[in-house]
T-cell receptor, first 110, second 114 residues
Framework: GQQVMQIPQYQHVQEGEDFTTYCNSS?????IQWYKQRPGGHPVFLIQ?????EVKKQKRLTFQFGEAKKNSSLHITATQTTDVGTYFC??????????FGAGTTVTVRA | EAGVAQSPRYKIIEKRQSVAFWCNPI?????LYWYQQILGQGPKLLIQ????????DSQLPKDRFSAERLKGVDSTLKIQPAKLEDSAVYLC????????????FGPGTRLTVL
């Protein structure tokens, strides 16, 4: 079956620093989505990537889809306290199998 | 636009009891999902409906879990009988079209099985 690896599991960041979280799939993907879940909240959609090598930006967040469509990354610059939460990748395979990664939980120290 | 509604928000039951969760998706959303999220893990898809038909229920423990989507709108998820390991947050989500679309999540139901 499809396997998803999301790393790191935890990311403790100094406010103002940058960090990256990675999502790797064992199978080729149709598309990948990223969601953010604040503590005690529910997942909220951030972005969807469909094309090989695609790069999308949302203010301080940069999302990238790998050339082989098997991996993706989320890079956050100048981390703020509002970035606290768990970031999940959500994988859609070519045969419509859906799965969330285990998430990267981000904490920020001021 | 109203979001996805779920009830109850919290439920505490004893093992072997039954429980039901209700979800009302965003109006016009054809696809509805039920997820189980155990503390510290990512959501796990239990069942996906397209209108009132089941698209994927491969990870639904069918010996104890059941779900239906009434007239392609509201949905209920039932657990009978509950086990301790069913303690989790049950999330309902809906999307406008098919699997490719962004999903809108409800607030979830936190289930504690004692």
């Amino acid at each position: 079956g499809q396997q998803v690896m999301q790393i790191p599991q935890y990311q403790h960041v100094q406010e103002g620093e940058d960090f990256t979280t990675y999502c790797n799939s064992s199978t080729t993907l149709s598309n990948i989505q990223w969601y953010k879940q604040r503590p005690g909240g529910h997942p909220v959609f951030l972005i969807q990537l469909v094309k090989s090598g695609e790069v999308k930006k949302q203010k301080r967040l940069t999302f990238q889809f790998g050339e082989a469509k098997k991996n993706s990354s989320l890079h956050i610059t100048a981390t703020q306290t509002t970035d606290v939460g768990t970031y999940f990748c959500y994988l859609v395979t070519n045969d419509y199998k859906l799965s969330f990664g285990a998430g990267t939980t981000v904490t920020v120290r001021a | 636009e109203a979001g996805v509604a779920q009830s109850p928000r919290y439920k505490i039951i004893e093992k072997r009891q039954s429980v039901a969760f209700w979800c009302n998706p965003i109006s016009g959303h054809a696809t509805l999902y039920w997820y189980q999220q155990i503390l510290g893990q990512g959501p796990k898809l239990l069942i996906q409906f397209q209108n009132n038909g089941v698209v994927d229920d491969s990870q639904l423990p069918k010996d104890r879990f059941s779900a239906e989507r009434l007239k392609g709108v509201d949905s209920t998820l039932k657990i009978q009988p509950a086990k301790l390991e069913d303690s989790a947050v049950y999330l309902c989500a809906s999307s406008l079209g098919d699997t490719y679309n962004e999903q809108f999540f409800g607030p979830g139901t936190r289930l504690t099985v004692l």
